[in-house]
Nanobody, 114 residues
Framework: VQLQASGGGLVQSGGSLRLSCTASGFTLDYYAIGWFRQAPGKEREGVSCISYSDSSTYYADSVKGRFTISRDNARNTVWLQMNSLKPEDTAVYYC????????WGQGTQVTVSS
Protein backbone atom coordinates (compact mmCIF):
# COMPACT_ATOMS: atom_id res chain seq x y z
CA VAL A 1 0.00 0.00 0.00
CA GLN A 2 1.37 3.37 -1.01
CA LEU A 3 0.12 6.92 -1.34
CA GLN A 4 2.03 9.19 -3.68
CA ALA A 5 1.44 12.90 -3.07
CA SER A 6 2.59 15.47 -5.58
CA GLY A 7 1.82 18.91 -6.96
CA GLY A 8 3.39 21.13 -4.36
CA GLY A 9 5.61 24.06 -5.17
CA LEU A 10 6.32 27.73 -4.66
CA VAL A 11 3.52 30.16 -5.44
CA GLN A 12 2.77 33.78 -4.69
CA SER A 13 0.01 34.80 -2.34
CA GLY A 14 -3.32 34.56 -4.14
CA GLY A 15 -2.08 31.84 -6.44
CA SER A 16 -3.28 28.28 -6.93
CA LEU A 17 -1.92 24.77 -6.77
CA ARG A 18 -3.49 21.38 -7.27
CA LEU A 19 -2.21 18.50 -5.19
CA SER A 20 -2.75 14.90 -6.15
CA CYS A 21 -2.65 11.74 -4.08
CA THR A 22 -2.41 8.54 -6.09
CA ALA A 23 -2.90 5.21 -4.40
CA SER A 24 -1.29 1.90 -5.24
CA GLY A 25 -1.77 -1.48 -3.67
CA PHE A 26 -5.42 -0.90 -2.92
CA THR A 27 -8.51 0.64 -4.50
CA LEU A 28 -9.61 4.06 -3.30
CA ASP A 29 -13.24 3.42 -4.09
CA TYR A 30 -14.22 2.23 -0.64
CA TYR A 31 -12.15 4.47 1.58
CA ALA A 32 -12.26 8.02 2.83
CA ILE A 33 -9.12 9.99 2.02
CA GLY A 34 -7.81 12.91 3.98
CA TRP A 35 -5.31 15.71 3.51
CA PHE A 36 -3.28 16.99 6.43
CA ARG A 37 -0.56 19.60 6.64
CA GLN A 38 2.29 20.42 8.94
CA ALA A 39 3.98 23.77 9.13
CA PRO A 40 7.41 24.21 10.73
CA GLY A 41 7.14 24.12 14.50
CA LYS A 42 3.46 23.23 14.44
CA GLU A 43 1.45 20.08 14.86
CA ARG A 44 -0.01 18.25 11.91
CA GLU A 45 -3.55 19.42 11.26
CA GLY A 46 -6.44 18.14 9.21
CA VAL A 47 -7.22 20.15 6.09
CA SER A 48 -9.87 18.23 4.19
CA CYS A 49 -11.29 14.79 3.63
CA ILE A 50 -13.69 13.10 1.25
CA SER A 51 -15.89 10.12 1.91
CA TYR A 52 -15.65 6.94 -0.12
CA SER A 53 -19.00 7.62 -1.70
CA ASP A 54 -18.05 11.22 -2.56
CA SER A 55 -21.24 12.27 -0.88
CA SER A 56 -19.64 14.26 1.87
CA THR A 57 -16.57 16.40 2.30
CA TYR A 58 -14.94 18.16 5.22
CA TYR A 59 -12.84 21.31 5.28
CA ALA A 60 -11.01 23.01 8.08
CA ASP A 61 -12.37 26.48 8.74
CA SER A 62 -9.07 27.98 7.63
CA VAL A 63 -9.47 26.65 4.07
CA LYS A 64 -13.24 26.70 3.53
CA GLY A 65 -14.19 28.45 0.33
CA ARG A 66 -10.62 28.24 -1.01
CA PHE A 67 -9.82 24.52 -1.18
CA THR A 68 -11.78 21.82 -2.97
CA ILE A 69 -11.27 18.10 -2.55
CA SER A 70 -12.36 15.64 -5.21
CA ARG A 71 -11.67 12.10 -6.25
CA ASP A 72 -11.29 10.13 -9.47
CA ASN A 73 -11.75 6.49 -8.61
CA ALA A 74 -10.88 5.41 -12.13
CA ARG A 75 -7.44 6.96 -11.65
CA ASN A 76 -7.22 5.91 -8.00
CA THR A 77 -6.47 9.54 -7.24
CA VAL A 78 -7.71 12.26 -4.91
CA TRP A 79 -7.14 15.90 -5.74
CA LEU A 80 -6.89 18.99 -3.56
CA GLN A 81 -7.42 22.18 -5.51
CA MET A 82 -6.05 25.10 -3.53
CA ASN A 83 -6.99 28.62 -4.60
CA SER A 84 -6.38 32.04 -3.08
CA LEU A 85 -3.37 30.69 -1.28
CA LYS A 86 -2.02 32.57 1.71
CA PRO A 87 1.41 32.54 3.34
CA GLU A 88 -0.13 30.71 6.30
CA ASP A 89 -0.93 27.80 3.98
CA THR A 90 2.80 27.10 3.75
CA ALA A 91 3.36 23.57 4.99
CA VAL A 92 4.13 20.03 3.97
CA TYR A 93 0.90 18.43 2.81
CA TYR A 94 0.21 14.74 3.38
CA CYS A 95 -2.56 12.49 2.19
CA UNK A 96 -3.88 9.80 4.47
CA UNK A 97 -6.00 6.68 4.41
CA UNK A 98 -7.02 4.36 7.18
CA UNK A 99 -7.16 0.75 6.02
CA UNK A 100 -6.25 -1.87 8.60
CA UNK A 101 -3.93 0.85 9.86
CA UNK A 102 -3.08 4.41 8.93
CA UNK A 103 -1.06 5.06 5.78
CA TRP A 104 0.51 8.41 4.94
CA GLY A 105 1.87 9.73 1.68
CA GLN A 106 5.41 11.06 1.67
CA GLY A 107 4.34 14.70 1.75
CA THR A 108 4.63 17.51 -0.75
CA GLN A 109 5.92 20.97 0.13
CA VAL A 110 3.70 23.98 -0.47
CA THR A 111 5.32 27.38 -0.05
CA VAL A 112 3.31 30.57 -0.44
CA SER A 113 5.28 33.80 -0.63
CA SER A 114 3.81 37.13 0.42
Amino acid sequence: VQLQASGGGLVQSGGSLRLSCTASGFTLDYYAIGWFRQAPGKEREGVSCISYSDSSTYYADSVKGRFTISRDNARNTVWLQMNSLKPEDTAVYYCYVNLTRAYWGQGTQVTVSS
